[in-house]
């Protein structure tokens, strides 16, 4: 899993990618990492064509036994997500330029960043968590395709496809449970450093 992605745009040019609205977003390009704020692009409700960038913490309260934020959803039929799933208005796109993972043993582990080598920006599914004054996201994990696990076995955020935006947040879970599968290897790019 990564904890660590880079989003290098501005809040208006992630809301032009997106057809959403920016608002007042202040967003002007950066890395994120757990308990950071970043833009994710959410919907008006079910249905609803209107899109909005709106800044959200990466991380999630924790179940009740837990004690840390929770940054990655892998468990689909988890009790505690499937209320959060079935929801459109819950689901979120977050916007990314890169993504880090690290490989290797301790004391000489390197750093890649995978892209997607079409798209400037892209999106992760998501879920929006929010209790009392704690806005949060979490992103959606899967098997890695061949690409990520050649250099990190175990698990890759989901990717969701341009074509596939609004289907991710507006779509009832039967159907939006179709999208979190890995992103094709043949349609991403990795490097050393963040494109």
């Known amino acids: 899993m990564t904890n660590l992605y880079r989003l290098d745009a501005p809040a208006s040019a992630i809301a032009a990618a997106f057809g959403a609205e920016a608002g007042d977003d202040p967003w002007t390009g950066d890395y994120v990492s757990p308990g950071r704020p970043a833009p994710v692009i959410v919907s008006d409700g079910r249905g609803g064509s209107r899109r909005y960038l709106r800044p959200k913490l990466w991380g999630v309260p924790p179940p009740p036994q837990g004690t840390r934020p929770v940054t990655h959803v892998r468990n689909l039929q988890s009790p505690f997500w499937i209320g959060t799933l079935r929801h459109p208005e819950l689901r979120c796109l977050v916007p990314a330029t890169a993504f880090a993972l690290w ?35 979490a992103i959606l994990t899967t098997d890695p395709n061949r690409l990520v696990a050649h250099y990190r076995p175990g698990a890759m955020p989901v990717i969701v496809h341009a074509e596939d935006h609004d289907r991710w947040l507006t779509a009832d879970w039967r159907e939006a449970e179709g999208l979190v599968t890995a992103y094709p290897s043949q349609l991403m790019a990795v490097g050393d450093a963040p494109p």
């Open 103 to 137: 490989s290797g043993p301790d004391g000489a582990r390197r750093q890649h960043w995978f892209s997607v080598a079409s798209r400037r920006v892209f999106a992760f599914a998501a879920i929006l968590r929010q209790i009392e004054d704690w806005p949060g996201f």
